[in-house]
């Protein structure tokens, strides 16, 4: 490279520090501003999905029917780094949502969850939902630090936090292999989390 020719340096779209999980507030507002989407039942259904399991993006795409087991209403999840395998339960809410969902799809038990609008063999894109989550965000009035799906993800890992759940909670419900990680991202806490969670430690000491 010509010494005279300086490279584009890209920079964040957001502070490094800026909390990127979403909060169950913004979640209800992305759930309303894709209520008129043409794909409204399955986008809606996804953004449940990725927030209730802290999923990431690959692994809610790769849902195949077969995953969703409504008799005993749990979901099978295969996650994308360290091969973890486990099968949460699933809320009731959810579990009309998807029963509502599977009716309509009547899909076989190999055919991915979400499937692709031009082959329905393949599974929604990355950049399709990256570009539609994206728009959404923005609909529902998002902040930057928070339109990307990974922000589902983190929306459960600070939800728990904020519910008192150690690193070890966590990173089991989020797929980490250990709590390490989960420390490192959620390890942190508000002054009124930390204040409430005080409050209510002192409330059972009866001489203070």
């Known amino acids: 490279m010509s010494p005279r020719i300086k490279p584009v340096l890209r920079s964040r779209r957001w502070k490094k520090g800026d909390m990127q999980g979403i909060t169950t507030k913004e979640l209800e507002a992305m759930l309303k501003a894709s209520k ?4 409204a039942d399955r ?4 953004l449940k999905l990725g927030f209730e399991f ?4 690959s692994e809610l795409l790769e849902l195949r029917v077969r995953d969703i087991d409504l008799e005993n209403a749990q979901i099978h999840l295969e996650r994308s780094k360290h091969g973890k395998v ?8 959810l579990l ?5 969902y599977l009716k309509k799809r009547n899909g076989k038990p190999n055919d ?3 499937v692709s609008q031009w ?8 950049v399709y939902f ?34 008192g759940c150690n690193a070890q909670t966590i990173g089991q419900a989020l797929g980490h292999r250990d709590g390490r990680m989960a420390l490192m991202f959620y390890g942190s806490v508000t002054d009124e989390v930390a204040d409430d969670a005080r409050k209510d430690a002192l409330r059972h000491c009866s001489y203070l």
């Open 119 to 126: 082959n329905s063999e393949k599974p929604i894109s990355r």
């Open 96 to 100: 009309r949502d998807l029963k509502s």
């Open 36 to 39: 008129n989407d043409s794909h």
């Open 86 to 93: 486990h099968d949460p339960a699933i809320l009731n809410a």
């Open 43 to 46: 986008n809606r259904l996804m």
């Open 112 to 114: 991915y969850l979400f």
């Open 130 to 163: 990256f570009k539609w989550f994206q728009k959404t965000a923005q609909a529902a009035g998002l902040p930057i630090a928070k339109q990307h799906p990974h922000a589902l993800r983190h929306g459960l890992g600070f939800l728990l936090s904020a519910n």
């Open 54 to 57: 802290g999923l990431r993006v």
